[in-house]
Nanobody, 120 residues
Framework: QLQLLESGGGSAQAGDSMRLSCVASESSVHPYCMGWFRRRPGQERKMVATFNSFNAISYAASVEGRFTISHDSAKNALYLDMDNLKPEDTAMYYC??????????????WGQGTQVTVST
């Protein structure tokens, strides 16, 4: 069973930077999608940023220009560099891997999540 392990969350102050990492226990062949979703308290899980094996990248409007997603296929790793963090970025962040497609759909593999808390 494929597993995704996230790391890098924690507490930060507004304006800080933070990097999240996600490592998959197995490699994936084209096509696939990897991405980051987040769930704020009381809200549904929503897409933050995605990368697929066609090298297409997407960002939610709320993080465009502040967050950068990157992928290292040799390490089966996905990263999310978050700059200029805001209190509204506070959420549980989840890594997702969807095999066999170019879209990170909810029926993919999910990590356990890593908490990011941003204070003013």
């Amino acid at each position: 069973q494929l597993q995704l392990l996230e790391s890098g969350g924690g507490s930060a102050q507004a304006g800080d930077s933070m990097r999240l990492s996600c490592v998959a226990s197995e490699s994936s062949v084209h096509p696939y999608c990897m991405g980051w979703f987040r769930r704020r308290p009381g809200q549904e899980r929503k897409m933050v940023a995605t990368f697929n094996s066609f090298n297409a990248i997407s960002y939610a409007a709320s993080v465009e220009g502040r967050f950068t997603i990157s992928h290292d296929s040799a390490k089966n790793a996905l990263y999310l560099d978050m700059d200029n963090l805001k209190p509204e970025d506070t959420a549980m962040y989840y890594c997702v891997l969807k095999r066999g497609g170019s879209i990170c759909s909810y029926d993919g593999y999910w990590g356990q999540g890593t908490q990011v808390t941003v204070s003013t």
